[in-house]
T-cell receptor, first 114, second 116 residues
Framework: LAKTTQPISMDSYEGQEVNITCSHN???????ITWYQQFPSQGPRFIIQ???TKVTNEVASLFIPADRKSSTLSLPRVSLSDTAVYYC???????????????FGAGTRLFVKA | DSGVTQTPKHLITATGQRVTLRCSPR?????VYWYQQSLDQGLQFLIQ???????AKGNILERFSAQQFPDLHSELNLSSLELGDSALYFC???????????????FGSGTRLTVV
């Protein structure tokens, strides 16, 4: 299972774009990259998932370079309510392969200031 | 509401006691995962059940056990509780044995256990 490395914390201001990068040098061919968001005392919530290039949804964008050894979660125009912990997970999406059930690291604590 | 229901939301008990945490997965999900999150710590995987059978084990103590019932709800039993067991316990569910597709896990809101 690919190990991930993220910054421990980041600060930002309301209205700014925030980019959180995750390193996963040992990513395997069948691994997908998934990001979760967790507010205090709540369960993590799925944000976005991708395999390569760029994925965009109504919440965020995910940029994955060609070598797939890193990925960047981009949050456009953050607000105070985006203050949370963001987890990068890497795992094989195929059934019975182990997935990413164990790879919740410490995540990145994002603080958005007014 | 994520569709994953955990009860109780809060639990306070004394050291040495035993408690049971309950999880009802999202409708249609066959797999249930249990995680422990201590204060300011990441999520530690404990155990996974798929359609009633244990599928994977993580860092689960011998004092802890779990099961998944025919109706797919799951219970996590914690015994001989210690102060260090105080944590948030999350349950997550997914459709397949491993998350397939673009949504992975759906987490419940957790049970906060305080051991005094």
């Amino acid at each position: 299972l690919a190990k991930t490395t993220q910054p421990i914390s980041m600060d930002s201001y309301e209205g700014q774009e925030v980019n959180i990068t995750c390193s996963h040098n040992n990513i395997a061919t069948n691994d997908y990259i998934t990001w979760y968001q967790q507010f205090p005392s709540q369960g993590p919530r799925f944000i976005i998932q991708g395999y390569k290039t760029k994925v965009t949804n109504e919440v965020a964008s995910l940029f994955i370079p060609a070598d797939r050894k890193s990925s960047t979660l981009s949050l456009p125009r953050v607000s105070l309510s985006d203050t949370a912990v963001y987890y990068c997970l890497v795992g094989d999406m195929r059934p019975n392969t182990g997935g990413f059930k164990t790879i919740f690291g410490a995540g990145t604590r994002l603080f958005v200031k007014a | 509401d994520s569709g994953v229901t955990q009860t109780p939301k809060h639990l306070i008990t004394a050291t040495g006691q035993r408690v049971t945490l309950r999880c009802s997965p999202r409708s249609g999900d066959l797999s249930v995962y249990w995680y422990q999150q201590s204060l300011d710590q990441g999520l530690q995987f404990l155990i996974q059940y798929y359609n009633g059978e244990e599928r994977a084990k993580g860092n689960i103590l011998e004092r802890f056990s779990a099961q998944q019932f025919p109706d797919l709800h799951s219970e996590l039993n914690l015994s001989s509780l210690e102060l260090g067991d105080s944590a948030l316990y999350f349950c997550a569910s997914s459709v397949e044995a491993q998350p397939v597709g673009y949504y992975g896990y759906t987490f419940g809101s957790g049970t906060r256990l305080t051991v005094v």
